[in-house]
């Protein structure tokens, strides 16, 4: 048992799917308390998924992909800037399906639940991919 749990620590989507877990306690609790004060929920969407981003950085960086960071300069500002490009693609698609679901009258959380999947899948894809590609 001891032995699968350390395998399942290296498998690298799992520690994505946990980082992701994590920033998405921090998107969706600010999230909720938004809609609890009134805020409309697109741009109370677009605000809680920032925050989900900064928690996300740090944990990716520092956990999930921790062997394909770069060190500093401009290699590491590249990487910076790439991270938040595929984090601006899951925001604009968060909006965009919490937009479109509370246009047509759907509970704006159950919007925001199926924008959790699609931008789950296309970080992750951006991330591994692009950001922090490992170069040969």
């Not at 999930?64 to 590249?78: E, I, M, N, P």
């Amino acid at each position: 048992m001891i032995d699968l749990i350390q395998h399942l620590r290296r498998v690298k989507l799992i520690r994505y799917f946990g980082a992701s877990v994590i920033a998405l306690a921090a998107d969706m609790g600010s999230f909720l308390a938004l809609l609890a004060m009134g805020a409309m929920a697109a741009p109370a969407s677009a605000a809680s998924y920032s925050l989900g981003i900064l928690v996300h950085w740090l944990i990716s960086s520092r956990k999930v992909f921790a062997d394909s960071v770069a060190t500093s300069g401009l290699a590491r500002t590249r990487q910076k800037a790439l991270f938040v490009i595929s984090a601006l693609a899951g925001l604009g698609l968060t909006f965009g399906i919490v937009w479109a679901g509370d246009t047509l009258g759907l509970d704006p959380r159950l919007a925001k639940l199926v924008a959790v999947g699609f931008s789950f899948s296309v970080t992750w894809l951006m991330r591994t991919h692009f950001v922090f590609r490992v170069h040969a």
